[in-house]
Nanobody
Framework: QVQLVESGGGSVQAGGSLRLSCAAS????????MGWYRQVPGKQRELVAF???????NYVDSVKGRFTISRDNAKNTVFLQMNSLKPDDAAVYYC?????????WGRGTQVTVSS
């Protein structure tokens, strides 16, 4: 079992920054993938960024150059630094961890961006 707790969401104006954190606990040594998804009402959950032990880091095109995912192994935490935020970035952001065949989710943290 893996437990994920997100934090760091909030409200910012367009152009601002936020840093999301995802603290993992439990069977963390077996995690081979951690990522951030986001979802707005009426739309599918979208993978925004991830760190994989196999493929490294990757980002959806819409956030490349603005968002950075990083991992602090000592603190069992994954971060998502979000800069130059746009209104289209507003969503509930979810942390995701994979220990094949299992997939774990956090409860999400709200990000609001005003224009």
């Amino acid at each position: 079992q893996v437990q994920l707790v997100e934090s760091g969401g909030g409200s910012v104006q367009a152009g601002g920054s936020l840093r999301l954190s995802c603290a993992a606990s439990g069977s963390i040594s077996s995690i081979n993938f951690m990522g951030w998804y986001r979802q707005v009402p009426g739309k599918q959950r979208e993978l925004v960024a991830f760190i994989s032990s196999i493929t490294g880091t990757n980002y959806v095109d819409s956030v490349k150059g603005r968002f950075t995912i990083s991992r602090d192994n000592a603190k069992n935490t994954v971060f998502l630094q979000m800069n130059s935020l746009k209104p289209d970035d507003a969503a509930v952001y979810y942390c995701n961890a994979r220990v094949p065949p299992w997939v774990y989710w956090g409860r999400g943290t709200q990000v609001t961006v005003s224009s």
